[in-house]
């Protein structure tokens, strides 16, 4: 049977391919793009050189792909007839916004211009006005409250976005805020989250509905090639339309409900035709190039396209932020973008329209009786002079809207020539009117006049990442003796060597954290250092220990959310007095610290506690062993960490127990300027299934793991502990 179903499948594939491939075309698009006209390449004479650009040569490019996609929209049913309970999700009034919605940045939750956890309350004009003061501001924004979080315990995509500041009805304030400065508002849905908790219900249902509880305007599919129909009728049955943004290449049949795409490029010199827009010029496409640090190409073949940008620099925490340069060239071309968008939707778009200087390439966009052409310069250098020609009409006028002014063109026979310049990697905009320009586009040529009176050259285009400090740990007073429950670790010298875990980053610099010794941020970290002796509790601190420190101080925290979830009425679960607390903030740790004369360990004292000298592995040895630690959890509900006292094997040289593969034990906190994140020690017993995708864990000695921090709430985990040390004479 297992055989049979394999040639089938293969079978199938194969038909399906045929059928992909049995569409006639000189120029098949490679995934989301269309290749240029073949002579508009360079290729080196050892390539069989290049090819002269006639009009024949452009034309046939042309009827090609618009053949094409004549045929195409017929093949995938976008010209067909449609059913009566299905609507054109194009111009349902709830989504028309997406068609002009150019900046789109990915926003982490943890951005602290998004969230102040000093005043508890969400900043969303100061995450805002950030943005309108570096490069000209956004259109729509989409709020990441998940991944690389998720799978830390077993929390769902859903329950992480209810973890927020406020839980719905917080994040539905946080939503009306960017709605009232004219921003949409997107959040991530990731099928791939099967290992935690189950919804309850269907998840398309389960996505509509929070989703309309919060009054957000659309969903981007993580890691998804189109989101299915399903979630779109799931949410016009909650009476709440979503736009729906595939991360990947939707299906071409998808394009009839998937408004938004991001487009995931390949950028040649020449810029290639998105395969998206050309197929329904109303879908709108944001590029994500989220690794780049310069920003030209995404900005060039956005503006050759007619399309967006997903202007995303806090990416996973790790901080890619667009330089003054590139912040400037989206202010330009958002600015151009937004004023001429209704051109952006034409269906008589025109792509490579010719050009008279090599590597300046052009987009017609017609619109009655009005045209607007979006030209970018590919080259390294300036270009002035004649660019373009226009058939010659009587009282046509002509403006530069790049540059704010009218051009007056040269008639030559039949053409009007116009010349103007462009800067290196550069931009323009042409407009064909016979009448005055409308309120719209005057207001553009004022605004740009002012914009561009500096080249783009003027700004730095320098790179350089954010730089973190360690949040200080303030000193206990020294203690000549052991306390209760504390082992001595006696210092000296360590060689402390860990490299972090994140899933994504590579060795970047501004990945992972920035040691006090070190000048940037990266993922490994080796140092040569004197550690001062101190005392180390044996085991994690658990729930009686906390229930002591709670009845006699009364600490509750101003932030609850989460706080202790898995007790009740003011008491741990039954037979939980032994088992490491759970539940507890990094600020309900450091409370717990400071009460008991203690505080929060450095990570390189944690790590000399559970590796000693020698530098082994794991508290026990150099090989990994499973009977010395919680046997995994691998279940969508968790069923507790195991007490403390359960593993006695699995201590460290200096007999400190429960170090790995219990519950993660808070450490050190590192900030930049736009996020702030824990380090944790040890793993987890909690290992959810199914997905790369969650959280990470690190059971060796010379791991760790980066938690980005919000709010005590959303921070706070059901496998998140803590021990403290306390300084020693």
């Given at each position: 049977m297992k055989a049979?179903?394999?040639?089938?499948?293969?079978?199938?594939?194969?038909?399906?391919?045929?059928?992909?491939?049995?569409?006639?075309?000189?120029?098949?698009?490679?995934?989301?793009?269309?290749?240029?006209?073949?002579?508009?390449?360079?290729?080196?004479?050892?390539?069989?050189?290049?090819?002269?650009?006639?009009?024949?040569s452009y034309s046939g490019w042309l009827r090609d792909i618009q053949h094409w996609r004549l045929e195409r929209r017929i093949r995938v049913g976008l010209d067909g007839p449609r059913f009566d309970t299905l609507p054109d999700f194009y111009r349902l009034p709830q989504l028309?916004?997406?068609?002009?919605?150019?900046?789109?940045?990915?926003?982490?939750?943890?951005?602290?211009?998004?969230?102040?956890?000093?005043?508890g309350k969400y900043t969303v004009d100061r995450y805002l006005d950030d943005l309108e003061k570096r490069y000209g501001g956004i259109d729509a924004v989409l709020i990441w409250a998940t991944y690389p979080n998720m799978g830390i315990d077993n929390r769902n995509q859903l329950d992480m976005v209810r973890s927020m500041p406020g839980g719905l009805a917080g994040v539905r304030q946080a939503v009306e805020d960017f709605h009232r400065r004219g921003v949409r508002v997107l959040f991530p849905m990731m099928m791939w989250d099967q290992g935690t908790r189950d919804p309850g219900m269907p998840w398309p249902t389960a996505i509509a509905e929070e989703m309309k509880a919060v009054d957000a305007d659309g969903i981007n599919g993580d890691t998804q090639d189109g989101v299915p129909l399903v979630f779109s009728l799931a949410a016009l049955k909650a009476g709440h339309p979503l736009a729906f943004e595939p991360e990947g290449s939707p299906s071409d049949e998808a394009l009839a409900w998937d408004v938004l795409t991001w487009g995931q490029y390949q950028f040649p010199f020449v810029p290639m035709v998105d395969r998206f827009r050309w197929l329904q010029p109303l879908h709108q496409v944001n590029i994500s190039d989220r690794w780049n640090r310069h920003r030209t190409d995404d900005l060039q073949f956005a503006f050759f396209n007619g399309e967006g940008w997903e202007s995303w620099e806090n990416i996973w925490g790790i901080w890619n932020g667009i330089t003054p340069r590139d912040g400037q060239a989206t202010r330009r071309v958002a600015t151009m973008e937004r004023a001429i968008a209704p051109f952006l939707v034409s269906k008589e778009w025109q792509p490579f329209y010719p050009m008279r200087e090599y590597g300046i390439f052009a987009s017609r966009w017609p619109l009655g009786n009005q045209t607007v052409w979006t030209i970018v310069n590919r080259t390294e250098y300036d270009v002035a002079g004649p660019e373009m020609s226009v058939p010659w009409q009587d009282g046509m006028r002509y403006f530069d809207l790049y540059r704010g002014l009218e051009l007056i063109p040269e008639r030559h026979g039949n053409a009007a020539v116009l010349s103007f310049p462009i800067e290196a990697h550069g931009y323009e905009a042409i407009l064909e009117t016979a009448q005055a320009p409308d309120a719209r586009i005057a207001k553009l040529i004022s605004t740009m006049k002012q914009m561009t009176a500096q080249p783009l050259s003027a700004w730095p285009n320098d790179w350089k990442p954010l730089n973190q400090e360690l949040v200080p740990i303030a000193r206990t007073e020294r203690a000549a003796s052991a306390p209760t429950g504390m082992v001595r670790i006696p210092g000296g010298e360590f060689l402390f060597q860990v490299h972090g875990i994140e899933i994504e980053g590579g060795d970047n610099a501004g990945v992972?954290?920035?040691?006090?010794?070190?000048?940037?941020?990266?993922?490994?970290?080796?140092?040569?250092?004197?550690?001062?002796?101190?005392?180390?509790?044996?085991?994690?601190?658990?729930?009686?220990?906390?229930?002591?420190?709670?009845?006699?101080?009364?600490?509750?925290?101003?932030?609850?959310?989460?706080?202790?979830?898995?007790?009740?009425?003011?008491?741990?679960?039954?037979?939980?007095?032994?088992?490491?607390?759970?539940?507890?903030?990094?600020?309900d740790a450091r409370a717990y610290a400071r009460w008991a004369g203690k505080r929060l360990p450095h990570e390189w004292e944690w790590q000399l506690a559970a590796q000693g000298t020698d530098g082994r592995a794991y508290p026990w040895g150099d090989a990994w062993d499973p009977s010395r630690v919680?046997?995994?959890?691998?279940?969508?509900?968790?069923?507790?960490?195991?007490?403390?006292?359960?593993?006695?094997?699995?201590?460290?040289?200096?007999?400190?127990?429960?170090?790995?593969?219990?519950?993660?034990?808070?450490?050190?906190?590192?900030?930049?300027?736009?996020?702030?994140?824990?380090?944790?020690?040890?793993?987890?017993?909690?290992?959810?299934?199914?997905?790369?995708?969650?959280?990470p864990q690190a059971y060796r000695n010379?791991?760790?793991?980066?938690?980005?921090?919000?709010?005590?709430?959303?921070?706070?985990?059901?496998?998140?502990?803590?021990?403290?040390?306390?300084d020693a004479q």
């Open positions: 049979n179903r394999t040639s089938s499948c293969i079978l199938a594939l194969s038909l399906i391919a045929g059928a992909t491939a049995a569409q006639d075309t000189h120029y098949p698009p490679h995934d989301q793009q269309i290749p240029p006209p073949a002579c508009l390449t360079h290729h080196g004479a050892w390539e069989g050189g290049s090819q002269a650009c006639g009009p024949d028309t916004w997406a068609r002009s919605a150019f900046i789109q940045p990915q926003m982490m939750v943890q951005d602290r211009y998004f969230y102040d956890p000093q005043t992972d954290v920035q040691f006090p010794w070190e000048d940037s941020p990266r993922r490994y970290h080796v140092h040569r250092m004197e550690v001062a002796p101190f005392y180390v509790d044996r085991y994690d601190v658990t729930h009686a220990e906390y229930k002591t420190f709670l009845d006699a101080t009364h600490y509750h925290p101003k932030d609850d959310l989460n706080f202790l979830r898995d007790w009740k009425n003011g008491t741990y679960p039954e037979g939980w007095g032994n088992k490491p607390v759970t539940w507890v903030s990094l600020e919680p046997v995994p959890d691998k279940g969508r509900t968790m069923r507790g960490p195991d007490d403390g006292s359960a593993h006695p094997s699995g201590a460290s040289p200096y007999g400190v127990m429960d170090l790995v593969g219990n519950v993660w034990q808070w450490t050190d906190e590192y900030t930049d300027e736009h996020t702030r994140a824990a380090i944790l020690r040890g793993g987890s017993y909690y290992q959810p299934q199914g997905s790369i995708w969650y959280f010379d791991q760790h793991g980066k938690l980005l921090m919000m709010a005590p709430g959303y921070n706070r985990s059901a496998a998140v502990g803590f021990r403290c040390v306390k």
